[in-house]
Nanobody
């Protein structure tokens, strides 16, 4: 059974930093493209950052220069380092593991709130 467990969310002041982690079990992590998405209330889920199995990264324009996605295949974990956080970054952040149309998995989400 494939499981994705996110951690690291919380409350942070504007300008602060958080690091999210997503640990994957039950599958061969290194084969998967990994992504972080966020979903604010009453809005659609959106891609924040992604990293392929080969290590290529891409970011939403809104987070370029502030967020960094990375992966540790030895630890079966993907990270999202978030710096210079803004109130508009407030959302539930979800981890996604994608290998094919039929092997696509989501974590349960972790809340990030940016507020003074």
């Amino acid at each position: 059974q494939v499981q994705l467990v996110e951690s690291g969310g919380g409350l942070v002041q504007p300008g602060g930093s958080l690091t999210l982690s997503c640990k994957v079990s039950g599958t061969i992590f290194r084969l998967y493209d990994m992504g972080w998405y966020h979903q604010a209330p009453a809005k659609q889920r959106e891609l924040v950052a992604a990293i392929t199995s080969g290590g290529t990264t891409n970011y939403a324009d809104s987070v370029k220069g502030r967020f960094t996605i990375s992966r540790d295949n030895a630890e079966n974990t993907v990270y999202l380092q978030m710096n210079s956080l803004k109130p508009e970054d407030t959302a539930v952040y979800y981890c996604n593991a994608h290998y094919s149309r039929y092997t696509d998995f989501w974590g349960q989400g972790t809340q990030v709130t940016v507020s003074s």
